[in-house]
T-cell receptor, first 113, second 111 residues
Framework: QKEVEQNSGPLSVPEGAIASLNCTYS??????FFWYRQYSGKSPELIMS????GDKEDGRFTAQLNKASQYVSLLIRDSQPSDSATYLC?????????????FGTGTQLKVEL | EAGVAQSPRYKIIEKRQSVAFWCNPI?????LYWYQQILGQGPKLLIQ????????DSQLPKDRFSAERLKGVDSTLKIQPAKLEDSAVYLC?????????FGQGTRLTVV
């Protein structure tokens, strides 16, 4: 079982729609959860962090965390063509003297005009 | 605040040659990560430093890869000798507590 699992996609949504990206993780001791956006040929960019169960909203982005189900999601409202990118889910667990940050394989999002 | 700096941006070498990458983290960030990202995959952790100590190097191919972080600031990652399968983007990231920020990466092509 992979530590962090994501559907690789591509996920295609029309412009203006809600894009829903999902992620599951295997280690129940995980404490912090992140979404990164990665444009083709660029490095990952942190867009959302979430630490407790529930929803966290930042502009058009909402992160949702359910630790009981070991599930993290990212909703993008009013999707724009500029949102087309790969979205990486990352999970952090403390221990062994540091915070271990593990990434999923990413979901490719395509926002179509 | 300056971001994570990496150099070089691109490198092409022949197999069996050696190569080194450099990273300067964000000022004050104690944790430094080196990730390898192969096209179409997520970043894979190679080594993690907390100040100048190694926290995790379980996925570092130690027969050919080495890394150091002298004085708990800058870090270098070396590959010697390189193999074709080492072609990837090498990403450096740093964090103060939990949020990690990436540099632009070094794209390595081994021919």
């Amino acid at each position: 079982q992979k530590e962090v699992e994501q559907n690789s996609g591509p996920l295609s949504v029309p412009e203006g729609a809600i894009a829903s990206l999902n992620c599951t993780y295997s280690d129940r001791g995980s404490q912090s959860f992140f979404w990164y956006r990665q444009y083709s040929g660029k490095s990952p960019e942190l867009i959302m962090s979430i630490y407790s169960n529930g929803d966290k909203e930042d502009g058009r982005f909402t992160a949702q965390l359910n630790k009981a189900s070991q599930y993290v999601s990212l909703l993008i409202r009013d999707s724009q063509p500029s949102d087309s990118a790969t979205y990486l889910c990352a999970v952090n667990k403390s221990g062994g003297g540091g915070n271990k940050l593990t990434f999923g394989t990413g979901t490719q999002l395509k926002v179509e005009l | 605040e300056a971001g994570v700096a990496q150099s070089p941006r691109y490198k092409i070498i022949e197999k069996r040659q050696s190569v080194a990458f450099w990273c300067n983290p964000i000022s004050g960030h104690a944790t430094l990560y080196w990730y390898q990202q192969i096209l179409g995959q997520g970043p894979k952790l190679l080594i993690q430093f907390q100040n100048n100590g190694v926290v995790d190097d379980s996925q570092l191919p130690k027969d050919r890869f080495s890394a150091e972080r002298l004085k708990g600031v800058d870090s270098t990652l070396k590959i010697q000798p390189a193999k074709l399968e080492d072609s990837a983007v090498y990403l450096c990231a740093s964090s103060r507590i939990t949020e990690a920020f990436f540099g632009q990466g070094t794209r390595l092509t081994v021919v």
